[in-house]
């Protein structure tokens, strides 16, 4: 990040861009069953933006999933967008509706903010319970 942000009662300053819409603070992956909020438990520094089992799957090329982050010059905050990314679906073409959020981090004054633009579709197989904020 090239800055360090403070995390609870410690400093972080690198991040993982999970594709099932988290940020991570530690290397390592969290996939579906996703974990309790909050917990104790290992993976617990990570922010589920928008976590669900979504789907950058490509198999006939238009996928229109994106993933960007951005840190400013002054390095003092960081934004992480995801632009279009389905869900996951087990039928072919393995993915169904549209999601765009973003998580931005300001070490300007340690805020951490959520931001939606759109939400289209559910996660077919569970439409009930089938994604995480927090």
């Known amino acids: 990040m090239n800055f360090n942000f403070r995390y609870y009662w410690y400093d972080v300053n690198q991040f993982w861009i999970g594709s099932n819409g988290y940020l991570m603070f530690n290397n390592g992956q969290i996939s579906h069953p996703f974990p309790t909020i909050p917990s104790t438990a290992l993976p617990n520094d990570f922010l589920a933006v928008m976590m669900c089992d979504l789907s950058y799957h490509n198999v006939d090329s238009l996928n229109p999933a994106k993933c960007y982050y951005w840190v400013n010059p002054a390095h003092d905050s960081l934004i992480v ?52 904020i927090g």
């Open 81 to 132: 967008s995801w632009i279009d990314v389905p869900f996951y679906d087990i039928n072919y073409p393995y993915y169904q509706g549209r999601n765009s959020f973003q998580v931005i981090l300001s070490m300007v004054d340690t805020s951490i903010s959520y931001q939606y633009k759109t939400q289209i579709g559910t996660y077919i197989p569970n439409p009930v319970n089938f994604l995480s």
